[in-house]
């Protein structure tokens, strides 16, 4: 094909319409997917949500409009075909609800009745998931968020098509390997997390074929924290996102277990207790958690924030 020919087809759109049948909510659904307001592989543009991906054909835009007849998806770049195939999974497809019970609790019964639309994604990729988890490991969001912006911006490449402006597609695991280690230490990620990255990043063509283990379990974490630095958080960070993995609450999380407590029986637990109130859900553990993430509600604060610490220039 001459190269104009080319280019103007990587120009033109793939695209479908995917018809659930039951509505999805594909901002609810996505919303996981986004490391921060600023993240540049992850826009929200009124009803639209475009993403940028790294697939295993290429870079590539994904655009879905969510409407009363399916979801206008619409795809561009390399990438694109793979995207389009794969978005019934990433709003959902085959994620079971169906067997949740929440009757005996007036709190996730209201955030189900209210969240109706709201799915697990499963986006097939792993690496791409399970890089910015990495990064997000003992830190505050914002330090990880700024951290990723600042990286993918740097080493990404331009998201394909007419993506918003300044979006971005991250990096392939080749490329995060040749990240310098002034460019990790300028973006305020130490030493620790990014030999972590470069390890994951090192294993790549394993991690991804976890995917192909279906929606988590014992095997897929396994693999996972085979990598040193890989641990039970961002592990089910991952297979959360990557897999659609419905019972892998995060373990770990330096907020979520008292937001848990707080939300099921008014006041603060551990991680321990977390587990034990979830525990009446064993097998939709996950989807009750993002029930109450997606309710909007929020644990009462009380102290200082944490404090977020600058080592850039040390």
């Given at each position: 094909?001459?190269?104009?020919?080319?280019?103007?087809?990587?120009?033109?759109?793939?695209?479908?319409?995917?018809?659930?049948?039951?509505?999805?909510?594909?901002?609810?659904?996505?919303?996981?997917?986004?490391?921060?307001?600023?993240?540049?592989?992850?826009?929200?543009?009124?009803?639209?949500?475009?993403?940028?991906?790294?697939?295993?054909?290429?870079?590539?835009?994904?655009?879905?409009?969510?409407?009363?007849?399916?979801?206008?998806?619409?795809?561009?770049?390399?990438?694109?075909?793979?995207?389009?195939?794969?978005?019934?999974?990433?709003?959902?497809?085959?994620?079971?609800?169906?067997?949740?019970?929440?009757?005996?609790?007036?709190?996730?019964?209201?955030?189900?009745?209210?969240?109706?639309?709201?799915?697990?994604?499963?986006?097939?990729?792993?690496?791409?998931?399970?890089?910015?988890?990495?990064?997000?490991?003992?830190?505050?969001?914002?330090?990880?968020?700024?951290?990723?912006?600042?990286?993918?911006?740097?080493?990404?490449?331009?998201?394909?098509?007419?993506?918003?402006?300044?979006?971005?597609?991250?990096?392939?695991?080749?490329t995060w390997r040749r990240v310098p280690s002034w460019e990790w230490h300028?973006?305020?990620?130490?030493?620790?997390?990014?030999?972590?990255?470069?390890?994951?990043?090192?294993?790549?063509?394993?991690?991804?074929?976890?995917?192909?283990?279906?929606?988590?379990?014992?095997?897929?974490?396994?693999?996972?924290?085979?990598?040193?630095?890989?641990?039970?958080?961002?592990?089910?960070?991952?297979?959360?996102?990557?897999?659609?993995?419905?019972?892998?609450?995060?373990?770990?999380?330096?907020?979520?277990?008292?937001?848990?407590?707080?939300?099921?029986?008014?006041?603060?637990?551990?991680?321990?207790?977390?587990?034990?109130?979830?525990?009446?859900?064993?097998?939709?553990?996950?989807?009750?958690?993002?029930?109450?993430?997606?309710?909007?509600?929020?644990?009462p604060r009380f102290g200082p924030r944490m404090t977020i610490q600058d080592?850039?220039?040390?």
């Open positions: 094909m001459p190269e104009a020919s080319a280019d103007a087809a990587l120009l033109r759109p793939v695209e479908t319409v995917y018809r659930p049948d039951e509505p999805v909510d594909v901002r609810a659904t996505l919303r996981t997917l986004a490391r921060g307001a600023g993240d540049p592989a992850w826009r929200a543009e009124g009803d639209r949500i475009w993403l940028a991906v790294r697939t295993p054909a290429g870079a590539g835009t994904l655009c879905l409009v969510g409407g009363r007849s399916g979801v206008q998806a619409s795809a561009w770049g390399p990438g694109a075909g793979w995207l389009i195939e794969g978005v019934p999974e990433l709003l959902g497809h085959g994620d079971d609800w169906s067997e949740l019970d929440v009757s005996g609790n007036t709190f996730l019964r209201d955030a189900l009745h209210r969240s109706r639309g709201l799915r697990l994604t499963r986006t097939r990729q792993v690496v791409q998931v399970l890089v910015p988890a990495v990064l997000e490991q003992k830190v505050t969001s914002t330090e990880a968020w700024r951290a990723w912006r600042q990286l993918v911006r740097a080493h990404g490449d331009p998201a394909p098509g007419p993506a918003p402006a300044g979006m971005v597609v991250p990096p392939s695991a080749e300028r973006a305020g990620v130490g030493p620790q997390r990014s030999a972590t990255v470069m390890r994951v990043c090192a294993v790549a063509s394993s991690l991804e074929r976890v995917v192909g283990l279906g929606r988590g379990g014992p095997e897929a974490e396994a693999r996972l924290r085979s990598v040193p630095g890989v641990g039970v958080w961002t592990s089910a960070e991952t297979t959360q996102r990557a897999l659609g993995d419905a019972d892998s609450p995060s373990v770990g999380d330096y907020h979520l277990p008292a937001l848990v407590g707080w939300a099921l029986i008014g006041r603060p637990v551990d991680d321990d207790g977390m587990l034990e109130l979830l525990e009446p859900w064993r097998g939709h553990r996950e989807r009750v958690v993002r029930l109450i993430s997606a309710s909007g509600f929020a644990k080592h850039r220039r040390h």
